[in-house]
Every structure is written in structure tokens, then in C-alpha cells.
């Protein structure tokens, strides 16, 4: 079974930046192409991000965000600058199109003054 655990997240000010990680472990030899998406209290989750298995970043929702994959640490990362207050919201990383394998609990990021 596949696990896709989230860390990294935090409060932020505004104009802040952070990092977030995506540990993938268990049986991973299926996942290729990740994804990053978030989900904000009444709103419907959506993708942040994405990369494909060979490490090209081939969506962002805005050019504050940039991914990145570590595939020898099975690690998948969002780099998020120039944060806003409407960035707030649990960050969650699982791959596009395999709706079947279980979310991670997510990383809350909270961009406040």
C-alpha cells in the first residue's frame, strides 16, 4: 500500500515562503507523475501543481510555486513564495489520475499577519 505523508507546513506572514514535502513510501513502483493539490475551509480541493516521473514540472497554478522531486529520497517538494492570505489552506501531494490510493492528512499552511 502506497503512503503519501505531508510536512512543512506552518503560519507564514504575508510575502513569507515555505516548503513543503510529500514522503512517498510502500509500494511506490506504480507512481510516476505527482501532484500537489490544497483544499481551503468551503472550498473544493484543487491542483497546485504538478511534475511528471522524470522530474519535468508540467502544471503550476501560479508562478509562486514551484515542485520539484527527489527520486532517490522518493520525495516530492512544493516551494512557495510571495504567500497571501488566500494561499491558506491543507496542501496535500497524490498522484493525478489514481483516484483508488488512499490521501495523506495533509499539511495545513496558514498565512496570516
Known amino acids: 500500500q502506497v503512503q503519501f505523508v505531508e510536512s512543512g507546513g506552518g503560519l507564514v506572514q504575508p510575502g513569507g515562503s515555505l516548503r513543503l514535502s510529500c514522503a512517498i513510501s510502500g509500494s511506490t513502483f506504480s507512481i510516476g507523475a505527482m501532484g500537489w493539490y490544497r483544499q481551503a475551509p468551503g472550498k473544493q480541493r484543487e491542483l497546485v501543481a504538478s511534475i511528471t516521473g522524470g522530474g519535468d514540472s508540467n502544471y503550476a497554478l501560479s508562478d509562486r510555486f514551484t515542485v520539484s522531486r527527489d527520486s532517490a529520497k522518493k520525495t516530492v517538494y512544493l516551494q512557495m513564495v510571495s504567500l497571501k492570505p488566500d494561499d491558506t489552506a491543507v496542501y496535500y501531494c497524490?498522484?493525478?489520475?489514481?483516484?483508488?490510493?488512499?490521501w495523506g492528512q495533509g499539511t495545513q499552511v496558514t498565512v496570516s499577519s
Open positions: 497524490h498522484p493525478p489520475g489514481l483516484a483508488f490510493l488512499p
